[in-house]
Every structure is written in C-alpha cells, then in structure tokens.
C-alpha cells in the first residue's frame, strides 16, 4: 500500500474519532435504555455464531404481528450497551414507537445484527483499517446474513400488515450491500433495504444494482433497495476515496438517482418536510441512489429525524 495513503487514512480516522461508535456519558435513566435489542451475531467468515440465538428471534417474531428492523452497524461498533450504534438505534426505536406504535397497540422490534468490527482497542485500531474492511467483505461472502434475514423475513410475513426493514451503516451498510448483490432475491420479502453512508466502492454499488434489476420482483411501492448518503460526511466523501481510489455509491455522479434536501418543522411548516429532485435513471426500477444535501449531519447520524423520516417516506408509498 502507498505510505501516503496509509497515513492520510489513518490520520483521517484520527480526526474523525468525534464519529466513533463508543458513547460513555449516556444517561444510564433515560426512557430508551428500556428498550431491549435482540441480537444475532456473526464470525469473521459470515456464519451464525449461534444457531440457538436466531431461532430465539424468529420464535418471538413469529409469535404476533410486529413492525421489525434489522440493523448491521459499521467500523468500531458491537453490540456493548455503551456502544453508539446500540443506542442510537435505540433511541429511534423508541421515538417511533411513542409516536406510532405504543399508543395503538402495535409492536416495534429491533434486532441487531453484529459481527467483529474491530480487533485493537481505542486508536490502536485505526491503522487496520484494511484488514477490517477485507474481513467485512469475508462476513459478506458468507450464508449467515443472507440465511437470517430470510429467516426473520418469513417469520415476520406470518402477520401481514406490518414491516420488515433491513439497514446497514458504513462498513454494515457495505457488508449489507454485498448480501443483497449475491442474493437479490432476499428482496422480495423486504419493504426497504436501507444502506446508510455505506463505505463501499461504486463499482460494487453498480455489480448489486445489476443483480437486483435481473431478478425482478413485484415492487407494489418505491424501490426498496436505498443508498442514502450524507453530503456532510467526511469518511465516504474524503476518507473512503483517499483510501481507496474510488467515490463511494453517493458520491458517484452517475449513479446518483435523486437529492434530497430534508427541512426542519418551522412556525410556517409544523412537519419535517423533503424537497427531492430527480438526478437521473443510472440505477433502474427498483434501487435509489440518494444523496442528501441538508438534514442529515456526519457519519454517524444515522438514525436521527431525517433519516426517520426518508424511511417513512419509502415505507408509506
């Protein structure tokens, strides 16, 4: 590898460390810690580390109608109940679920999905930024992912009239990517597969983009497989392409579909509201390309109110 890019990367990372996966000051009283993840984890070939785990989860998924969301986070992440991913996520779960959910008496599941992200502590890690991004591709070649979302998906669509959600963040939105690209048929039983700031190449977006349009499926709604990409995040728009000599999906002028800018609720326009314009055809009938030009922030926002709000978006129509 060039020594100038080793070092770009890695004092890239080093500057980005304010968007790292660990959160130590959480309030250990505040009404979302009560939320319960269930979690499904993977080794560094891709395989269930536990059999018994994702029969749990399917066993309580199957049991009543419930909306359910899977989510794969990035570099750094884990499924530590002082994780950043862990509580960002839920906290969003359990904002919907008070607004939308609790009071009707619906269900909202969240199950997380987690794999070895890291092997060094603290900034130790940075440097192996190769080595982890080679073993996310190694997790996706595996059948565990593909097998348990298959799983989770069927269990869910013995209750009609609720969702099923797979989302993928950074390196989990890469690994995502590469599971629906080798298996586009996992598609036809999700509502939306969200890949959000996904640290992947264009190349790789463009292989999966060509694998899901040869395997048509009945849509009944906007396409469900969804790049959505920050215009203010550094890691995919600097950092990845200094890495690795490629755009990431967003960032790929030919292969953005649409731009979206996402408004806050004001005195004159109570909601949150989204101004899209169509950029171009590239990526066919059933996949968006977005990249988002204000609402969402860095790397990490991931589950804020406008990323909520792009999900509603494609669930509702």
Known sequence: ??????????????????????????????????????????????????????????????????????????WHGSAADNDGSVQRFKQALYQVSERSYRKSGRRLTGVYLTWNAHHLPGFAEYPMYYFTQARADAVADGDGIATAIKTLAKAARTHPGEHFIVAGHSFGGRILGHVVGNHPELL???DLWLLANAADSAAECEKTIKAVDANPYRRGRLPKLVWVTSAHDPMTGFAFKIANLSDAPGWDKKLQSDSIRIEKPSPEHPRYSADVTHLSNATGKYVHNLIVTNGLKGHSDVWGEPMIQIVNYYLLH
């Open 188 to 190: 036809q039983n999700v």
């Open 1 to 74: 590898m060039n020594a100038t890019r080793y070092l770009v990367i890695s004092f890239c990372c080093l500057l980005l460390n304010a968007c790292s996966s660990t959160s130590k000051n959480a309030d250990a009283t505040a009404p979302w810690q009560s939320v319960k993840l269930d979690v499904v984890r993977f080794d560094n070939t891709g395989k269930l580390t536990s059999d018994s785990d994702l029969e749990a989860v399917r066993q309580k998924i199957a049991s009543s109608p419930q909306t359910v969301v899977v989510f794969m986070h990035g």
